[in-house]
Structure formats: structure tokens, C-alpha cells
């Protein structure tokens, strides 16, 4: 097994002109976003991030604030990444590796509010996938099991707690899918899904607002083909929205709606899913069948028809569902396409 320092040997920036610059870009195999910055796994497995670096999630050894140019991180083949609220995850082929802010212990390390360059997350040697939230970040076992660490919900205080250390979610041994968003974790087993951690708005969706480090049973899901989760700190709380593909391609979402991140046509809070409604009454906006895929911000929602056309619901304020004419007035509760998505005029 190579060092813990093994894949960051020779950093250097993805490109040093436009040209190096945007073949980075048009090379990647996946991409990621944060709170204000954004990490993607090139063509050859490397790790490249650019954005906002205040705490080292772009990269802990570069003194700028903002990096504009895509800077090399990892240079070693890296399979998944995401991105939390100012920290990044990366999963390699021996484990999880963490970098950015570690004020809630959240990279793995140690509480401690500083910067950390990339590092192995002890015990995750054998993890198959990563998801990180505001403030925490999960891995996927290999054997179905879950670690989480950063701040999550103490099981006998049932207050949220900062720790470094990879921490087993109690009683998940079959899980196949992991999420993570504004305090809230959620996995899908084979005959449903569940969810804990922060409940302030009911991003659990166990009927409660009810934080719980257990993990809670979401009524009338069993089971997921696609699951995502999202949030974020508001007025100092952890608030946040989960959603789901279920087997018959239906996104249902549940939590915070103030901006109709659930897309059920209202802005009001559900403490169980709802169903993601779509609207008919343009020829720019579609109905939500044979969903893809499913990826949430902090107050917006998106998601991928197999057939191509992307859809997006919620917060609009600063353009983020791609509507044809933004009015910032407008919280729109359906989902919308997605202006002019794939075409080349």
C-alpha cells in the first residue's frame, strides 16, 4: 500500500495557459462543487480543484484565497470525489482521502480550525464511495457497512458532536448507497431507504424534526435507484433537503422547501417525500419521467433524464435552475428544463 502521501507527490496546476486550462476541463470523467469550489478527476485519474481556497479545499499549500486555475491536488488515480461546504473528499484505491477545513472534524484528522492538506481518513481502507456534507463526511464499506465523522448527532445526548474519528453508523450492514448534505446522512438499503443525523427541517423524513444518530426508516420509499442530499448552514442552523429516484424513476423529495427545493408546487416544509412535480403549460418545461440521475444544492434541486434533458426546481435568485428569464420575485415549486441544455445554437 503506497504512504499516506504517496498520491500528492509534485503538485503542480492542471495548466498554465488557456489552452492547458481547457483541455483539463473538457477531460474529466466527474466533477464535484462545494460552497464556492469545485473539483474534478481528470482523463488520467488526477485530482484537479480551483475556487475558493479560505480553508484549503482547493489546496492547503496554496496562500490564495481563490484559485482560478485548476490546481493539481492528487496526482494518483483517484475513483469518486465530492465536495462539502469547504472541505473535499477523495476516494482512492486504499481508502478515503480528506482535505480543508478541519473545525468539525470533518477531513478526518483532528477538531481543529485550520487548513489540512490531503490525508488518508484512518479505517476507510476499504471504502467503495464517499459523500460529504456542510459539516461531516461519509464512506460506503465494502461490506455494506457506513463510517461517518465531522459533526454528527451524539447517541446519548442526541446533540450534534464534532469528531475526527471514522465512526460505524449503528445497526446499517447492507447499505448501497450513501448521501450527505446539511447535517443529514441517508443510505439506501435493498428494501429501503433511511436517514440521520440533523433534523431541524426534516431532511431525515421520518415524519419528526427530530435529530437522531440512528438511522431512521423514510416511509413509502423501499428502496432507491438514486439518492442525493443537500443544505446547508441558514441563520447558524444546519438545514437541508433530501431526495430519492424511486424504482419506478419518481423523485420524491423531503425537508426545507422555503424555495421549493422539493418541487411539489409549494414552498412549504415536508416532513415526509413528496413527489417532484413537472409543468406543462410551456414547451421549455418537462415532466420529470425516467430519471437519471439526482444531484441537490443548498436550496435547488436538479436532476438528468436518461433521455438527455436536464430539470432543475428551487432557489433561482442567482440563475441556478437555468430558466430562460430569472425573476429573482419567482420561487418556482416544478421543475424546470433547463434553458437551451444541449443545443449548439
Not at 460506503?140 to 464534532?162: F, H, K, R, S, Y
Not at 443525523?197 to 440512528?214: H, K, M, P
Not at 441558514?234 to 424513476?249: E, S
Request: aromatic share 4%; charged share 20%.
Amino acid at each position: 500500500m503506497p504512504g499516506p502521501d504517496a498520491a500528492f507527490d509534485q503538485p503542480a496546476d492542471a495548466g498554465f495557459d488557456f489552452g492547458q486550462f481547457t483541455l483539463a476541463l473538457e477531460h474529466a470523467d466527474q466533477v464535484a462543487a462545494g460552497a464556492a469550489h469545485s473539483c474534478a478527476i481528470t482523463e488520467a485519474g488526477a485530482v484537479v480543484c480551483w475556487g475558493q481556497n479560505t480553508r484549503g479545499q482547493v489546496a492547503a499549500d496554496l496562500p490564495d484565497e481563490v484559485v482560478a486555475i485548476p490546481h493539481r491536488v492528487i496526482a494518483q488515480a483517484a475513483r469518486q470525489l465530492d465536495a462539502g461546504a469547504q472541505h473535499t473528499c477523495a476516494l482512492l484505491s486504499h481508502g478515503v482521502f480528506c482535505w480543508g477545513s478541519g473545525q468539525y472534524g470533518q477531513v478526518g484528522r483532528e477538531v481543529a480550525d485550520r487548513a489540512f492538506p490531503p490525508a488518508l481518513v484512518p479505517g476507510t481502507e476499504r471504502a467503495v464511495a464517499v459523500a460529504t456534507g456542510t459539516r461531516h463526511s461519509c464512506a460506503l464499506m465494502d461490506d455494506g457497512t457506513v463510517l461517518c465523522w465531522g459533526e454528527l448527532i451524539d447517541e446519548a445526548t442526541n446533540e450534534p458532536t464534532p469528531t475526527a474519528e471514522a465512526t460505524p453508523v449503528p445497526g446499517l450492514t447492507d447499505a448501497t448507497l450513501i448521501a450527505a448534505g446539511g447535517g443529514q446522512s441517508c443510505a439506501a438499503r435493498p428494501s429501503e431507504v433511511v436517514c440521520w443525523g440533523n433534523n431541524i427541517s426534516g431532511q431525515l423524513g421520518d415524519g419528526t424534526t427530530e435529530s437522531s444518530a440512528l438511522p431512521k426508516a423514510v416511509p413509502e420509499l423501499a428502496g432507491a435507484l438514486h439518492l442525493a442530499a443537500g443544505g446547508g448552514e441558514f441563520d447558524g442552523q444546519l438545514v437541508g433537503h433530501t431526495c430519492a429516484v424511486d424504482r419506478d424513476f419518481n423523485v420524491l423529495c423531503w425537508g426545507r422547501n422555503d424555495e421549493g427545493q422539493l418541487g411539489d408546487g409549494t414552498t412549504e416544509s415536508s416532513l415526509k417525500p413528496v413527489i417532484v412535480l413537472a409543468r406543462e403549460d410551456r414547451d421549455d418545461e418537462a415532466f420529470l419521467n425516467d430519471v437519471g440521475e439526482i444531484d441537490l444544492g443548498a436550496a435547488h434541486s436538479c436532476a438528468r433524464d436518461n433521455d438527455g434533458p436536464i430539470v432543475c426546481w428551487g432557489d433561482d435568485r442567482e440563475g441556478q435552475i437555468g430558466r430562460r428569464q430569472r425573476d429573482e420575485s419567482v420561487l418556482p415549486g416544478r421543475a424546470v428544463r433547463v434553458a437551451r441544455f444541449g443545443r449548439s445554437d
